[in-house]
């Protein structure tokens, strides 16, 4: 990677997140927050959630006590998008309790109906390709509803993809190549691809600025708990050894 390129992409991961229209978008949480690297910080950022967890709880305990609160959480009407974000969250937690990842996302079409909704099953099915937005691109295009939606493999004006955590390369790609407009509930500091947009090679970037590419205005606690749902492999070091 040439020496100028590597620094624009290093000045954009620690830039504030923008939307693709040039706004500063608030996160109106910490950016150091979405940054987790031990289970000792991951327990002490979900104990400050209003969950009720506590240091000693074991794994199951901690995911039962975060689905009583995201079941009974009501989406905050100031935030437009949070009851998108709740949906990702529960599929994203969906997966953790099945030994996955808590990555969630959900599809959305031009009315703000969710049409399709998947998680993160790469343990689960043992596939490398398989995060949460492919899982739910692949199993839609596969389903006889998706002709009403699509052209051929590219998706109707419209429809967003909209993720609990910020798509990583191979999603965002994905997203893109699709025609999906892409909003999610998390930033990625260390992984995300949307606020990297500048660093894909020039014919992939102008596919990729075609459709709307933005953070979701989502509540703090529905970021934080995307956030916290992604690291949670921390708990128990799932994944491969
Ligand atoms: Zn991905």
Redesign the pocket.
Known sequence: MKKSIALSCLVLMFSPVFSQQGNLVSTQVDPGYFITHTREDLMSKLMDLPCGIKPDDPVKTILQKVEVFLNAFIPEAEYTDDAFAKAANIQALKSVKQGGYGIGSVLIDKNGTIIAAAHNSQIQEHRSDL????TLMTKFEKSPKARKYMNLYVYKPGLTVFSSAE??P??FIRISTAGCDTKYCTPGPEDGMVTRISCLPPSWQEMALKQKVEIGDCSPVMQKLSHLLFYSYLLDNRGPQ
């Open positions: 995060h949460a937005e492919m798509p990583c191979m999603c």
